[in-house]
């Protein structure tokens, strides 16, 4: 496909999914070579903002290359840059949301932060879908809930509904995907479905590969945080999980929909920081223990960290749910 049909591709299905209207600019900004020979930039306004979408030619592979050519690109341009990729898999896109660095996957993935927006999208067919792994937030909360030991094999969808506190056709929705994903198994029983879940094993390295990330985007507050909207997330939930001693300023995680709460947040540099807050795309309640995020959220969280002392506090709470797994 030609420079020009990608282009065409991209501008498609940005208006497939969000019914944007793109309006593109004639624009050119120097630039060094290597950032013109390793991308082509396309300048744009959509819903009143500036963007210049960056088309990747070649994929390295590398994250931490994208990581300093987006940071490059923020400096010169005076518009959010947003990449392009023709693909990326599971562990890639995980690298460039933790880094919050925008990114569109063509036909397959919209990740723009900066507009607290995180798409996916799926095929009809069952390997594309597979393929694309999109695990949406209600099917990814069961799955979750399994392995956390509140659903179990043989539970109606009305009953399933009630643990993760959904309505039962939101939750019908999710427990198809997890189905069309080989996640689970739905079988008739009258008016109803009861549903069947592979072993804990394999959903348990799925989700860790497939999962996406719940966060939309952190910042630092210096505001003193109250109140029950909030729970313990980060290397805070990390060290209360483990061994780890955390001697950095607290992380909590909130919700996107708490918005009233978030507006009266104050931001700040990490050094006047108080808190770390995480604006999650789900309630980060669910599971919580002791009012600290799922461990199995912090595995999510930390998995692509190549501290040695993350990973040993990481295999610390991996054995803890495999033993709860064992005396089950």
């Known amino acids: 496909m030609v420079i020009m049909d990608k282009k065409q591709t991209l501008f498609t299905y940005i208006k497939k999914v969000t019914d944007w209207k793109i309006e593109v600019k004639n624009k050119e900004v120097p630039l060094p070579l290597y950032l013109r020979t390793g991308y082509t930039f396309w300048y744009v306004t959509i819903a009143d903002m500036d963007l210049v979408f960056a088309y990747v030619k070649e994929d390295t592979h590398d994250m931490r290359l994208y990581a300093q050519a987006y940071k490059t690109l923020s400096e010169k341009l005076d518009s959010q840059v947003v990449f392009v990729f023709d693909y990326l898999d599971t562990r890639q896109i995980n690298s460039l949301i933790q880094k919050h660095i925008p990114f569109v996957v063509l036909e397959k993935y919209l990740y723009l932060p900066f507009v607290l927006m995180q798409i996916g999208t799926t095929k009809q067919s069952k390997n594309l879908a597979y393929k694309s792994e999109r695990l949406t937030p209600d099917a990814d909360l069961i799955l979750i809930s399994y392995l956390d030991g509140h659903i179990h094999n043989g539970m109606m ?12 056709r939101s939750t ?17 029983d009258g008016r109803s479905k009861r549903v069947s879940f592979e072993i804990e094993a394999v959903i348990y390295e799925r989700v860790l590969s497939e999962g996406l990330s719940p966060l939309k985007k952190s910042f630092f507050s210096s505001s003193q945080i109250f109140g029950n909207n909030v729970v313990k997330s980060g290397y805070t939930a990390l060290a209360y999980y483990s061994t780890l001693m955390d001697t950095g300023i607290s992380t909590v995680a909130i ?9 009266d947040l104050d931001t700040c540099e990490e050094d006047e920081a108080l808190y770390r807050v995480e604006v999650w795309d789900r309630d980060p309640h669910a599971f919580a223990q002791s009012n600290v995020i799922s461990p199995l ?13 993350v990973q040993y506090a990481l295999k610390e709470i991996e054995e803890k749910i495999k033993q709860k797994w064992n005396n089950r």
């Open 297 to 309: 959220y912090v595995l999510r969280q930390f998995k692509d960290d190549e501290d040695e002392r």
């Open 157 to 168: 969808v009305k009953e399933i509904a009630a643990v993760i506190k959904k309505e039962i």
């Open 172 to 188: 019908s929705a999710a427990l198809s995907l997890l189905h069309e994903l080989e996640y689970a198994k739905l079988k008739k």
């Open 255 to 263: 919700s996107a929909k708490e918005k009233n709460l978030l507006f």
